[in-house]
């Protein structure tokens, strides 16, 4: 290894870096939108049905993006493991994904406060497509870095899952305009979406082209 190649090695940040600084924004991402989830003093005392609703918008709001949010931290986790040396472009990258993370509490405010608002809901469809898209781009820098064949490969499937999460935030801007609902079952459309299993269903596929290999090289 010449002494350039080891100096570059050397200067270049490990992906436990990345990690534990993308842990910290994701962290401070759900405290502040859980502090800006305000409960009305009068609910304390007495039935008021506007306070109540105000509540209720806002705190659904949180949840809807507080499972979004988890969603992308688990994900992060998982990509990032298969980067354990994260070139410049990598880092400037998952700098991009933290940038439009922590706009959510932005929109999730603005929905939480105005949840029949069409400007308010295209404005969260517009910071879910922001997200997602960001988060495919460092997803296919990931794939074409990664040396394993199966990282690679589980990429590519979770790139065409987004693809559908990528279609669902741009399709609810316009559907926004025509009713607030509509961008509304737009967005909770997406977290149940989020469990479908990839990384499993990928381990089966590849257990089963193993054995099959196996049983190729075993027959006479």
């Known amino acids: 290894m010449s002494p350039r190649t080891r100096l570059q090695s050397e200067l270049r940040p490990t992906n436990h870096r990345v990690e534990s600084f993308s842990d910290g924004v994701f962290a401070i991402v759900i405290t502040i939108m859980v502090i800006e989830v305000d409960i009305p003093d009068r609910l304390a005392f007495s039935n008021d049905p506007q306070a109540l609703a105000t509540l209720s918008s806002a705190f659904a709001t949180y949840a ?7 969603n992308l931290w688990v994900s992060h986790h998982y990509l990032i493991f298969t980067l354990k040396m994260p070139s410049r472009g990598t880092i400037w990258l998952n700098n991009l994904v933290l940038f439009c993370v922590s706009t959510i509490p932005l929109v999730t ?13 295209a404005a969260y469809g517009f910071v879910g497509a922001a997200c997602t898209g960001s988060f495919m781009l460092l997803r296919t820098h990931a794939a074409r870095k990664t040396q394993n064949e199966v ?11 987004s693809a559908v999460f990528l279609s669902i935030y741009l399709g609810s801007m316009p559907l926004a305009f025509v009713s607030p609902w ?8 997406v977290p149940p979406m989020l469990f479908l299993p990839i990384i499993r269903a990928q381990i089966k596929k590849t257990e089963s082209s193993e054995g099959n290999r196996g049983m190729e090289h075993s027959c006479p």
């Open 64 to 70: 809807l993006s507080f499972f979004v949010i988890a």
């Open 109 to 121: 405010r603005f929905l939480g406060m105005f949840p029949t608002s069409s400007r308010a809901a």
């Open 151 to 161: 990282h690679r490969d589980i990429h590519h499937r979770i790139l065409r899952r």
């Open 182 to 189: 509509l961008a509304w079952a737009c967005f909770i459309s």
